[in-house]
């Protein structure tokens, strides 16, 4: 597996990502002819049986992974987690039952915007001073009196901040969008209400969102709204209503496969905070060189944020870094410097090469 093959480089990009080489392998495999059909999974119909059988194994292992029953199902939503910001408020908030929102970043701003847009948001806690260095604690959220749900967002893909905990919010219910985490850790998933996740950061191509929900919490859906802006209507139709995105929910079934056969979640986590541990030690043994963005206690175990001594060395580093096969560790613009995105599918390897490639480059300069 950590092996570079095919001319391939180590990729830290945040989104769309790396993905397993074993899938990969096994989706061009499968390119010209799947599963005996005589054609590919691009050229299928969704209602054809060869499909079924992949769109519902997808879910199944997704379940499964997350150790949720049968009181949970997945969609596959498109319109990518931006479109989930506007569903979410659309579907459960209302002037009278507000949505509540802890702003944590960029994504979760955004969030809130949608709901802000809808008059239906309030704030319940904020990082934004300082920079969205930490996540707020329990302790700090404030939800209002008859809040329709607390909205949060896992990971900050930006800034490479991750929530260590999950928040409690006794009857209200819990939702989180997951796009850069998912699957990335066990977690008492039956907490949240809602989860969604845009896959091509963790699991699979750009094109489809997983949301994992509780049933009871979307089989209602406001009569007022269109038919695919609403919950349950894929709840009803299986995310068949109308054609699906099936090459990436062929692929997610792939990724989750693959996490299964890995070792599940807990394998998962073990690996990410080790692969982490090896890049953060790079930058906390640095002598200053390297600077954090993130507060130690908020630390991603997916996006590791850090800025360089001057904007110049920066720049020396993207390029250095690409020619000893290290590729997409530029960071977001709106917080500079550098961000390694380590997901599922990057290899130890990788983390391990980026460190000594880091700890050459301070002492080299
Ligand atoms: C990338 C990302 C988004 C935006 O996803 P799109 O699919 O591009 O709309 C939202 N939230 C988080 C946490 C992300 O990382």
Request: aromatic share 10%; charged share 20%; proline share 4%.
């Amino acid at each position: 597996m950590a092996e570079l093959t095919d001319g391939r480089i180590y990729n830290f990009n945040p989104g769309p990502a790396t993905l397993p080489v074993e899938v990969l392998r096994e989706v061009q495999s499968e390119m010209l002819n799947f599963n005996g059909s005589g054609m590919s999974i691009l050229e299928i119909s969704h209602r054809a049986k060869q499909y079924d059988e992949v769109h519902n194994a997808a879910k199944a292992d997704i379940l499964t992974l997350m150790n949720l029953g049968d009181d949970y199902d997945v969609l596959f939503i498109q319109g990518g987690a931006s479109l989930q910001f506007a569903m979410v408020a659309m579907n459960f908030a209302t002037a009278a039952n507000k949505g509540n929102y802890i702003l944590s970043g960029n994504f979760a701003e955004r969030a809130y915007d949608e709901a802000k847009i809808l008059g239906v948001g309030e704030i319940a806690a904020s990082s934004k001073e300082g920079g969205y260095r930490h996540i707020p604690t329990q302790d700090e959220i404030k939800l209002t009196s008859d809040a329709a749900y607390l909205h949060i967002c896992m990971n900050n893909t930006i800034y490479g901040t991750e929530y260590h905990y999950v928040p409690q919010t006794g009857e209200v219910p819990l939702i989180a969008d997951m796009s850069s985490d998912m699957l990335s850790r066990p977690l008492d998933f039956g907490k949240f209400s809602l989860i969604y996740a845009g896959v091509q950061k963790n699991l699979g191509p750009a094109g489809v969102v997983m949301v994992v929900a509780k049933k009871s919490f979307i089989e209602n859906s406001p009569a007022t709204l269109p038919t695919m802006l609403r919950y349950n209507t894929f709840l009803k139709k299986n995310s068949l209503y109308n054609t699906p995105p099936a090459f990436c929910i062929y692929t997610v079934g792939k990724v989750a496969k693959w996490i299964k056969d890995n070792g599940g979640l807990a394998a998962m986590q073990e690996r990410n905070k080790k692969k982490a541990s090896v890049v953060y030690d790079a930058i906390d043994n640095s002598d200053g060189f390297y600077k954090g963005h993130a507060d130690k206690d908020s630390r991603s175990l997916m996006n590791v944020t850090f800025r360089l001594p001057s904007e110049e060395l920066e720049k020396k580093f993207v390029a250095e870094a690409l020619e000893h096969k290290l590729g997409g560790v530029k960071g977001h613009r709106s917080v500079g410097g550098m961000r390694a995105s380590i997901y599922n599918a990057m290899p130890f390897e990788g983390c391990e090469r980026l460190a000594a490639f880091m700890n050459d480059f301070r002492k080299k300069n």
